[in-house]
């Protein structure tokens, strides 16, 4: 029996087609994603034997595997958007981006482990997190859902990694003189990705100017 | 950070006790021998948290080696000048991930038994060899050699639960001995493939996992039998790419050494009447 036609869309689906990004910007950026990810997981697998608290080496241990497989999606989605040889894109966006991971990666020693967490957790994974946020809401839900899919498990593990690190960093932060390292750290960072203009370069987080946006 | 760190930089808090190898080699008492955790024994509480602490420290040195090789070393293909595969990478970032909960199981396993943290010394001998220069002898010596230890133990450990009727640890240690298995897979994978054109660089790595297999002999501790204080799981081993003959040369090695020693107190006890 013939069923009565019903409309494409349920009445509830609101996506539209238009996204903000191109087939080439989605790539470049993807790239750039993925080069920044192998940065992160680097690091956070790095940074383990150097760090004394044992609650904190277990923590960087989940979550250098979750930027590991983050990177590994972005690697996979480069082939899809024309890229047939993935490592031409993972790049840095600019020099200054990575002055910026220098940096991030430059506390050692086994004192320094507030510098290490509030590089990580107060300035690289908030700026990651803002340009995959901004990323998933220009983009087509519709032509581009295979990114939005890769971004949504990426902020899914950067949300809980975020509260778990920020926990972690109030617990070291026990007198006035831990406070001022945590801040200075935090400024000195920031200030360096201001530079870069973000993860992925100019324009990560969007633009506020009457005629870019 | 600097790659290539010292095995001495390895970070701990107060309570652990640190001994490298060359003290270990060269204390005079016999404490290579780890003895059979026998559910029967007078004292099997004392040597099965022993046993669990060795575990938890071996646990954590896994975590920071797997971590520093993910560091280390950069991506790419020039294999003979110190790259290595992407994929290999993202391994290591895996293998952090499930040493991680491994030590959280052992933690709470250790706890369970009425051990601490730090009760016992810490030997970093798997840190040491998670030093090595070279990626691939860090995949024999860690990930062949001392995971495939691991998967010995753990097999051994399981079966403890078992005879004591302890679920919990049966339930974990199973889980955990899958995981190795999944490591020793990784190591036989990326050794095989990074070595491919280059056979004395396999040669030497693999002769690497003999001394480090050699050094773990416990004295001639590991065997087939049950009494073996370290029993060799053959069929998990060879479910992670060891072959039959590579687990008879373990034996075998085990059991020469075992015979020296024996001939040795026999000497020793002929001089002594
Ligand atoms: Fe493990
Ligand atoms: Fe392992």
């Known amino acids: 029996m013939a069923s009565s036609p019903r409309t494409p869309f349920a009445p509830w689906d609101r996506r539209e087609l238009p996204g903000k990004f191109t087939v080439e910007e989605t790539a470049r950026r993807v790239g750039h994603y993925k080069w920044f990810e192998m940065r992160m997981f680097e690091l956070m697998a790095g940074w383990i034997a150097t760090i004394p608290e044992l609650d904190i080496k277990l923590r960087l241990g989940t979550h250098s595997y979750h930027h590991a497989f983050h990177s590994e999606l972005w690697h996979k989605r480069l082939p899809e958007l024309r890229e047939m040889n993935p490592e031409r894109k993972t790049v840095a966006p600019n020099p200054e981006l990575e002055a910026f991971v220098t940096e991030l990666g430059a506390p050692e020693g086994d004192d320094k482990t507030l510098e290490k967490l509030v590089g990580m957790y107060r300035v690289a994974l908030p700026a990651v997190i803002s340009t995959y946020t901004y990323h998933r809401n220009n983009t087509s839900k519709i032509t581009d859902s295979p990114t939005i899919r890769s971004l949504q498990f990426c902020l899914n593990d950067d949300m809980e990694e975020w509260v778990e690190a920020e926990m972690t960093i109030q617990s070291l932060i026990t007198d006035a003189d831990d406070a001022r390292r945590a801040a200075d750290r935090q400024a000195e960072l920031t200030t360096l990705l201001i530079a870069a203009g973000g993860i992925a370069g100019p324009g990560s987080v969007g633009s506020f100017d009457l005629e870019e946006s | ?273």
């Open chain 2, 1 to 273: 950070m600097k790659t290539h760190i010292s095995p001495t930089a390895l970070a701990r808090d107060t309570r652990f006790n640190r001994q490298t190898s060359e003290d270990r080699f060269t204390d005079p008492r016999s404490t290579m021998e780890v003895g059979h955790v026998d559910p029967m024994a007078e004292d099997v509480g004392d040597r099965a948290r022993r046993r669990m602490h060795g575990i938890f420290v071996g646990e954590i040195q896994a975590l920071e080696g797997a971590g520093r090789t993910a560091f280390d070393f950069p991506a790419g293909d020039d294999y003979a000048n110190g790259e290595i595969p992407y994929e290999l990478k993202l391994d290591m970032a895996r293998q952090c991930w499930d040493e991680a909960r491994h030590c959280e199981i052992s933690i709470k396993l250790a706890e369970h038994m009425g051990g601490e943290l730090g009760e016992y010394v810490e030997n970093t001998m798997l840190f040491e060899a998670a030093c090595h220069n070279d990626p691939v002898f860090r995949l024999a010596g860690v990930n062949r050699a001392l995971e495939g230890l691991a998967i010995d133990v753990f097999t051994q450990m399981r079966d403890f639960g078992r005879e004591t009727g302890d679920p919990v640890m049966v339930y974990c240690e199973d889980f955990m001995l899958a995981d190795e298995v999944t490591h020793v897979k990784m190591g036989s994978k990326w050794l095989r493939a990074v070595t491919e054109n280059d056979p004395e660089r396999r040669k030497s790595a693999l002769e690497f996992q003999r001394v480090v297999d050699g050094l773990f002999n416990f004295r001639g501790q590991r065997g087939e039998e049950y009494e073996s204080p370290i029993r060799l799981a053959r069929q998990f081993r060879k479910m992670a790419g060891f072959t039959d003959g590579e687990v008879d040369v373990i034996a075998e090695a085990a059991a020469k050494e075992r015979a020296a020693i024996e001939a040795e107190q026999m000497a020793a006890s002929i001089l002594a009447e």
